[in-house]
Nanobody, 127 residues
Framework: QVQVVESGGGLVQTGGSLRLSCTASGLTFGAYAMGWFRQAPGKEREGVSCISNGAVTTYYSESVKGRFTISRDNTKNTLYLQMNSLKPEDTAMYYC????????????????????WGQGTQVTVSS
């Protein structure tokens, strides 16, 4: 049984930082590409970042490039998202997802390509 659990969300002021974590069990973590998505009320789920199974390549959406950093520790089955210089428009539910495609490429931002999802962690940035 695969379980994906996010943590680390919260309320932060504009310009602040948060680090999200995601722990996965029941799967061969090191074989999966991992992604972070977010969804604000009334909006579609948006791909934020992706990291390949061996952490060789990373991808970011234009809206977070230069502010967010994705990383993973395959020895701990854990994915991270360091979020700096947060803005009110970053407010959303953040989801972790595992995809069995290994390497992120042009399709990483499509939610339907991922196999397993967490329940999400809320990030709220106050102005």
């Amino acid at each position: 049984q695969v379980q994906v659990v996010e943590s680390g969300g919260g309320l932060v002021q504009t310009g602040g930082s948060l680090r999200l974590s995601c722990t996965a069990s029941g799967l061969t973590f090191g074989a999966y590409a991992m992604g972070w998505f977010r969804q604000a009320p009334g909006k579609e789920r948006e791909g934020v970042s992706c990291i390949s199974n061996g952490a060789v390549t990373t991808y970011y959406s234009e809206s977070v490039k230069g502010r967010f950093t994705i990383s993973r520790d395959n020895t701990k089955n854990t994915l991270y998202l360091q979020m700096n210089s947060l803005k009110p428009e970053d407010t959303a539910m953040y989801y972790c997802a595992a995809g069995n495609f290994g390497f992120c490429s042009g399709f990483w931002q499509k939610p339907e390509n991922y196999n397993y999802w967490g329940q999400g962690t809320q990030v709220t940035v106050s102005s």
